[in-house]
């Protein structure tokens, strides 16, 4: 008999370890945030592990039928636990944040391209600095 079904049964939480939920919160915020679930190469990152500790820790998550993947297929990591029992995700030690956002001088119109050289149409009479 399925009591997931019957009214006022909640399913038990998944059971897993606090490394485990790591990872499972780590590839749903990745997948939230980018659109696309993370490789193997950007949970090694994260978690400054070698490649087959992070191979490892994919198969049991797959075994414990935490998460599921396609053979030969790239990207393909899917949760199989609702995220709402997922533990919040830790930051990694020593994980700098990027930014993709450039840096302007206040009061600054001058812009340059990556070589260096200034945008066209600047001119010395608008106001730019040397």
Known sequence: MNHGSEPGHV??????TPKQGQYLAFIHAYTLVLGRP???ADLRRHFRVTPPSVHQML??????GLI????GAARSIQLLIDP???PPLIP???QPVKTTVQRVLVGSSRRSDKAGKT???YS???GGVD
Not at 11 to 16: E, H, N, T, Y
Not at 59 to 64: S, V
Not at 68 to 71: D, E, I, L, S, V
Request: charged content about 30%; overall charge positive; hydrophobic content about 25%.
């Open 119 to 121: 945008s066209p149409g």
């Open 59 to 64: 198969m049991t998550l797959e075994r414990a």
């Open 84 to 86: 709402s029992s997922l």
């Open 38 to 40: 993370p490789a193997e």
């Open 92 to 94: 990694s030690r020593d």
């Open 124 to 126: 010395r009479k608008q």
């Open 68 to 71: 599921q993947r396609q053979p």
């Open 11 to 16: 399913a038990p939480l998944p059971r897993f």
